[in-house]
């Protein structure tokens, strides 16, 4: 069964930065696209950032120049690099991968807070 667990929330500052991981097993899963998405109390989750595993990275306006998926030769995990965040990035996080089907991870807690 696949599974992605999601690691590297926590409470930072305004102005301050995270990294979000994403790892995926079993490591030779096959997929097309992998993405982040939020969801804040009160409110729709919403997709942050996007990548085709064949293509571009897409990234909402809210946090484009901010937030990026760096490069990584590791297949099995997607990294969500978050700088200058601010209060209304606060939200649990989730991965999502898309294979023979959509997958979740459980979601990590982000708080942006002074």
């Known amino acids: 069964q696949v599974q992605l667990v999601e690691s590297g929330g926590g409470s930072v500052q305004p102005g301050g930065s995270l990294r979000l991981s994403c790892a995926v097993s079993?490591?030779?899963?096959?997929?097309?696209?992998m993405a982040w998405y939020r969801q804040a109390p009160e409110r729709q989750r919403e997709r942050v950032a996007f990548i085709s595993l064949s293509g571009p990275r897409h990234y909402a306006d809210s946090v484009q120049g901010r937030f990026t998926i760096p490069l990584n030769n590791a297949k099995n995990i997607m990294y969500l690099q978050m700088n200058n965040l601010r209060a209304d990035d606060t939200a649990v996080y989730y991965c999502n991968a898309d294979g023979s089907e959509y997958y979740w991870g459980q979601g990590t807690q982000v708080t942006v807070s002074s």
């Open positions: 079993p490591s030779n899963t096959r997929l097309t696209a």
